[in-house]
């Protein structure tokens, strides 16, 4: 029993109406409100309060519905926003809106479930915020956009609300991701592809192996630099986007880079970091439907 428990429980100020039928305690303090009003929002609540208790006096103020991990303050703006009462001075919308989806997901209300999630939409949220979110109410289509921001986070800026908020389990698996990525990048960076692409029909040999300097050098100071660079890097599904827009190296020709960008397309090797991402999504989302 916590401390809230062992106090002497008070009515709350506005949300006690003197002619509720139904009290629910949330910390230390008493609602007293209209069942018909919730159970209009929520049939799974009428189907949940419909179901014997062995106590005659169940939901009185001498046994009320004791309201587990929903505080005071949360139920109070879900009330606020059932009830439509402005008197209680609004708090920041996310925490309103978290409120509104703490309590409906608890009942399964689903009208109020979209209302707080179209509204937390619109808002600006850390992505690892956004995780979390979903993960404690069952949001799977946060999921990948989510995930899609904090792969290019660098762990060791992340602070401690943010690695609390993605939790140890998904920490781990996007750590071990950005590893296997960091490591692809590396890989890529080093070595230089498509170097055995054959001579074009308008390309000499003797042209073509000055070509394979050329692109050499282009690859070392255009994009292995943007691959690697430390705080900006270039998602590899961007390399071959960057070789198509960036100037014609000097002793290369159209026909060879052409034929090298195909050779790039056909290895399909540019796509790994996404196939990691996305392993990275089935993993976290089936982790959460697992919870």
């Given at each position: 029993m916590d401390a809230n428990q062992r106090l002497a429980p008070h009515r709350h100020s506005e949300f006690w109406f003197g002619d509720g039928n139904i009290v629910?305690?949330?910390?230390?303090?008493?609602?007293?409100?209209?069942?018909?009003?919730?159970?209009?929002?929520?049939?799974?609540?009428?189907a949940i309060l419909a179901m014997p208790s062995g106590y005659d006096t169940d939901g009185t103020e001498q046994l009320p519905i004791v309201l587990h991990q929903i505080s005071e303050e949360d139920f109070t703006y879900f009330l606020n926003w059932v009830y439509h009462i402005?008197?209680?001075p609004p708090p920041p919308e996310e925490q309103l809106l978290v409120a509104i989806l703490k309590v409906s997901h608890l009942w399964m209300i689903s009208n109020s479930i979209k209302f707080a999630i179209d509204g937390l939409e619109n808002l600006t949220l850390q992505p690892t915020r956004r995780l979390e979110l979903a993960r404690l109410y069952s949001i799977p289509q946060w999921i990948a956009p989510a995930i899609h921001e904090i792969i290019p986070m660098s762990l060791v800026n992340t602070t401690d609300?943010?690695?609390?908020?993605?939790?140890?389990?998904?920490?781990?698996?996007?750590?071990?991701?950005?590893e296997v990525i960091e490591r692809e990048r590396r890989a890529l960076a080093a070595y230089p592809p498509s170097l055995l692409v054959s001579p074009s029909f308008s390309c000499s040999a003797r042209s073509h192996s000055r070509w394979k300097e050329a692109w050499s050098g282009?690859?070392?100071?255009?994009v292995a630099r943007a691959i690697l660079h430390p705080t900006n890097p270039?998602?590899?599904t961007q390399t071959l986007q960057l070789i198509i827009e960036a100037p014609l190296p000097d002793g290369m020709n159209i026909a060879c880079r052409q034929a090298m960008i195909d050779a790039m397309i056909e290895l399909d090797g540019l796509e790994v970091e996404e196939r990691i991402i996305e392993g990275v999504i089935r993993a976290v989302t089936s982790y959460f439907s697992s919870l």
């Open positions: 629910f305690r949330a910390s230390n303090t008493l609602f007293c409100v209209h069942r018909g009003v919730l159970v209009r929002h929520s049939p799974a609540l009428e402005s008197s209680v609300t943010e690695a609390a908020q993605m939790g140890f389990k998904v920490y781990t698996i996007i750590a071990r991701a950005k282009f690859w070392w100071k255009k270039l998602p590899l």
